[in-house]
């Protein structure tokens, strides 16, 4: 069994506590059945005293954990040997400033940024989880991978059995409810892949009974050492923005593994005085995949020092069977109705002084369009996380001189259908695709200019709209 001096694994409820040895493979606490955390002995560990000590390791970036934008964190996630870490070169990823999209959002020009995690092998965040779980599966042994996904996750593991050839990947998915931009990588990068009668909720039930039964290695954000990869997003906008602070993160809110790691880390990074301030936390759901805001922000669920009132979760999730309601939304990878995450994302929320929003998909795509106009394409669900500036803005609640950094989760090509139908469809397929979500114009489409195979008419058509 693989054993670490500097880590463990730790119950995130107070009233358990209860710790485990790195080398354990668990999604849940044996004793209590709550989520668990990767802690460290910090004093063992003797992370950096300084955040810009990582600036060093752009020179040694012909070591692949060092070219890593996971594993050149190591000293901040070392559950594992840096020399043992599992890397296809997640994490270089890219904080752009966008002028455009903050005039779009009414923020002050210079004050929005866009930290693009579609430039990940996988074309997602999901690799930086990836890296890590995978790197812990390895050190104890594991065979098979397995996942329930609405497409970035599975595309994700697949990604990583094929490229390492250490596992094989074994994926879940719903009827209907995976975009084929994802479906295409599992399926082209050799993975079982398994639909099921239902929607995310129903396979992520399914898919932790297999991996209990098989024994069977899981990497969904249940899994604690994934949140670790995921830390390392913070990191790269801390060092973007030459290690200080932004005022505000915005995340899409799904499974909510990404607002969960956003909190621990800004957590750590605290109690290790790396930082001395905290960004405040938004969260962002579909209108159509509002859990989180409905619990947070209508029926006050709080973490409260682990202590909060989890009956009005259950009672919600009730309310949700008893009406049958299921999640729809064209951002299919916040399309999430129990995130598995929740009570983490409940500690993040109060660690950042978070907020939680939600906005319809009429919105995501307006937003998803003015991100795209800058030449960042982003997936619909990516987009969510401007469209909540945007209302938080309106709202007073972020200021026009505050300085924000937006998640984009996934590339443009995740999903190519909406956009297609945004900018080009006919009547018929903007309906059939869009329509049925709730949205009913293309605010800024560009559309194609049809003319005739004439060079004449082409070169009247291209000045006219020049």
């Not at 490229?163 to 931009?181: C, D, E, R, W």
């Amino acid at each position: 069994m693989v054993r670490s001096e500097v880590a463990y694994q730790k119950c995130i409820s107070p009233a358990c506590g209860a710790t485990y040895d790195v080398g354990e493979a668990h999604v849940a606490c044996t004793k209590c059945g709550d989520l668990l955390d990767v802690r460290y002995d910090w004093d063992r560990a003797a992370p950096p005293d300084d955040l810009r000590y990582f600036e060093q390791m752009w020179s040694q970036r012909s070591d692949p954990t060092r070219f890593s934008g996971v594993w050149r964190f190591h000293e901040l996630l070392p559950f594992a040997r840096r020399e043992d870490a599992v890397t296809i070169g997640e994490g270089q990823t890219l904080l752009q400033q966008a002028d455009e999209v903050a005039r779009y959002a009414g923020l002050n020009p210079g004050r929005l940024f866009l930290q693009y995690e579609g430039m990940n092998p996988s074309g997602s965040f999901k690799d930086n989880g990836m890296s890590g779980a995978f790197t812990h599966a390895r050190s104890i042994g594991a065979k098979q991978a397995a996942c329930a996904s609405t497409g970035n996750t599975s595309a994700s593991l697949a990604m990583y059995c094929s490229v390492t050839q250490l596992m094989k990947a074994i994926i879940f998915i719903g009827s209907g409810k995976i975009a084929y931009g994802k479906l295409s990588q599992g399926l082209d990068y050799g993975a079982l892949t398994v639909q099921i009668e239902g929607d995310f909720d129903d396979a992520m039930v399914r898919v932790k009974e297999v991996c209990r039964d098989l024994g069977i290695y899981l990497v969904n954000s249940v899994n604690p050492f994934r949140l670790e990869g995921q830390k390392t997003i913070m990191f790269r906008v801390l060092e973007g923005l030459g290690w200080e602070p932004p005022d505000w993160i915005v995340v899409p809110g799904g499974n909510l593994g990404n607002s969960s790691a956003f909190g621990k880390a800004f957590s750590e990074l605290a109690e290790l005085g790396l930082i001395e301030r905290i960004p405040r936390l938004a969260v962002i759901n579909a209108a159509g995949a509002d859990t989180l805001y409905q619990l947070y922000e209508t029926r006050g669920v709080r973490w409260q020092g682990g202590h909060g009132d989890m009956n009005l979760v259950t009672e919600y999730y009730r309310e949700m069977d008893e009406q049958a309601k299921k999640a729809s939304t064209l951002a299919s990878a916040i399309e999430i109705n129990r995130p598995v995450n929740l009570r983490k994302c409940l500690r993040a929320l109060e660690v950042c002084n978070g907020v939680v929003r939600q906005v319809s998909d009429q919105d995501i795509m307006d937003a998803k369009a003015k991100v795209g106009a800058g030449g960042i394409g982003c997936e619909p669900a990516s987009a969510a996380s401007v469209a909540g500036t945007k209302l938080l803005r309106d709202e007073g609640i972020i200021g026009a001189d505050d300085r924000v950094a937006c998640i984009l989760t996934g590339h443009l090509l995740k999903d190519p259908t909406a956009t297609v139908a945004y900018h080009a469809a006919d009547q018929e397929q903007f309906d059939r695709v869009l329509g049925s979500r709730g949205v009913r114009r293309a605010s800024f489409a560009n559309r194609p200019v049809l003319v005739p195979n004439n060079l004449d008419e082409i070169i009247k058509a291209i000045k006219l709209h020049n």
